[in-house]
């Protein structure tokens, strides 16, 4: 990969939390910057292509947190349904399951949700989505990946719940 330099002027504040970020990752300055901008521009692109508008989880958890499990599943499966329509539209029927994976993660990104993805022979793979935000983003989650596979795929996945771990096989 080729790179280029830049020099950029910064608030000493700012310059500060980069490297104290960049060191709590365990990235060098120059990776975590890279890692922003990498983050700033597929928001962008999913906004774009998509339209959804990436919440920050301090906002979300406590309204999830709000709704009764029945109509969480439906609004999970309705949001599922619109944006499975936006995917198919923006990147057609070509669209593989690593790249439907990266959006899902890039829309529910928490720093208490960690997603874990790997092939899982006789599946095409395995994610493992671990919640300890909220038990309700488990409701939310299940209902709305499974009806994403089934409107982008055509396929029906197994999801295992135990405790705030889900496991989605394909």
Not at 17 to 29: Q, T, V, W
Not at 37 to 52: N, T
């Amino acid at each position: 990969m080729r790179t280029v330099t830049r020099t950029i002027r910064l608030p000493r504040d700012i310059d500060n939390n980069i490297m104290l970020e960049a060191k709590r990752e365990g990235l060098p300055i120059s990776t975590f910057l890279n890692k922003i901008v990498e983050r700033h521009f597929l928001m962008k692109k999913s906004q774009a292509h998509l339209g959804c508008i990436l919440c920050s989880p301090y906002v979300c958890t406590p309204i999830v947190a709000m709704i009764e499990p029945d109509k969480l599943t439906i609004a999970a499966q309705t949001a599922a349904h619109d944006m499975s329509k936006k995917i198919l539209f923006a990147f057609g029927n070509s669209i593989k399951i690593e790249s439907l994976l990266a959006i899902v993660n890039k829309i529910f990104e928490n720093p208490n949700i960690t997603y874990y993805y790997f092939n899982d022979p006789p599946h095409n793979f395995t994610l493992l989505f671990n919640n300890s935000a909220h038990p309700r983003w488990t409701v939310y989650f299940v209902s709305f990946i499974e009806a994403l596979f089934q409107d982008v795929f055509k396929i029906s996945i197994t999801c295992k719940v135990c405790g705030n771990l889900i496991k989605v096989s394909v």
